[in-house]
C-alpha cells in the first residue's frame, strides 16, 4: 500500500469514490441490481480518472467491488430468510463447490493479467444482456438436476462470479427460473450465494494483489478499504433516488435499460483490450 501521495491527491481520490459511490446506488436502485454489475465499470473509471495504473485498476475494481457487496448481500440473505423463501437445500448442496470456485478464482486473479478480467467481463455481460433484450423464458425441465451438475455449476458460479464481482445471483436465478422455480423464490435464494462470493472473494482479492505495485493509498491487496468505506454509504443513500424514478418506468424499460448499459461496457472494455 503506498502512502507517499499529497493531501490533495488523496482528496481528489476520495472525491471519485464519493460519485461512484453515488452513481451506484442511483443505477442501482434505477435498474433493480447491485454488486458489480453496476460498480466495476464505474470504478474502472474512476480509477483511471485518478491516474491509477492499468496494469491493478480492473483487478482493484473487481476486488472493491467484492468488499461492498460483503454488507449488503448479509443483508439481503439475512432478509430473505427471515420472510422463508430462501431453498436452503440447494444453498447446502452447491455452498462448497461455489466457495472452492472463489479460491481458484482468486488464484487466476493473481496471476492473470487485466486483459483476462474485461474478456471474461465482455462474454458475461454481452450474453446476460441479450437475454434481457430478448426477454424469453426459457424451460428447460422441472427439477433441479442433483450432483454432479451442482457441483460443476456451483464451481462455474464461483469461478465467474468472483472474477466479475457480481455475487453470483444472475447465475442462481437463471438456473432456478429455467426449472419452473417463481422469480421470487430463485431471487431469494441466490442471496444465499452473495455472502458464499463476497467474503472469501474479497478476502482473495486482497492476498492476489499483496504484493502488487501502483496501488493507490489506502489499499489492502487488490482492495480499496478507502473505497469501500466511502462507497457503501453512499451507495445505500443514493438507492431510493434510483428507486423513485424506476417506480415511473416500465419493467421492460428498465430491462432495456440495463442491457444496454452491458452492452456499452462490453464495447468499452473490448476497445480497451485491442488499443
Known sequence: MDLSV??????L????????????????GLLGIGGGGVLVPVLY?????????????????????LAVIVPTSLRSFAAHRA???????????????????????????RHADAAVLKGIWVGAATLIALKLVFGREWRLGEEIPGQPFRALYGGFVGVVSTLMSIGGGVFVTALMTFYGRPMQRAVATSSGFGPLI?????????????HAAGLPPGSLGYVSL????????????AAPLGVRIAHGISRR???????TFLLLVGVRFLLSLTS
Do not use: C, N, Q, Y
Not at 463476497?198 to 478476502?203: D, K, R, Y
Open 6 to 11: 499529497s493531501a490533495g491527491e488523496l482528496a
Open 13 to 28: 481520490l476520495a472525491g471519485a469514490l464519493l460519485a461512484a459511490g453515488f452513481l451506484t446506488g442511483l443505477f442501482a
Open 45 to 65: 473509471e474512476v480509477f483511471g480518472a485518478v491516474g491509477i495504473a492499468d496494469a491493478v485498476r480492473m483487478h482493484l475494481a473487481v476486488g472493491t467491488s
Open 83 to 109: 420472510r422463508g423463501a430462501v431453498d436452503l437445500a440447494l444453498v447446502r448442496s452447491m455452498a462448497l463447490p461455489v466457495v472452492a470456485g472463489v479460491a481458484l478464482g482468486a488464484i487466476l486473479a
Open 198 to 210: 463476497a467474503i472469501p472473494g474479497a478476502l482473495g482479492f486482497v492476498w492476489a494483489g499483496w
Open 226 to 237: 478507502l473505497g469501500a468505506l466511502l462507497i457503501i454509504p453512499t451507495s445505500v443513500g
Open 253 to 259: 424499460k428498465l430491462e432495456l435499460a440495463f442491457a
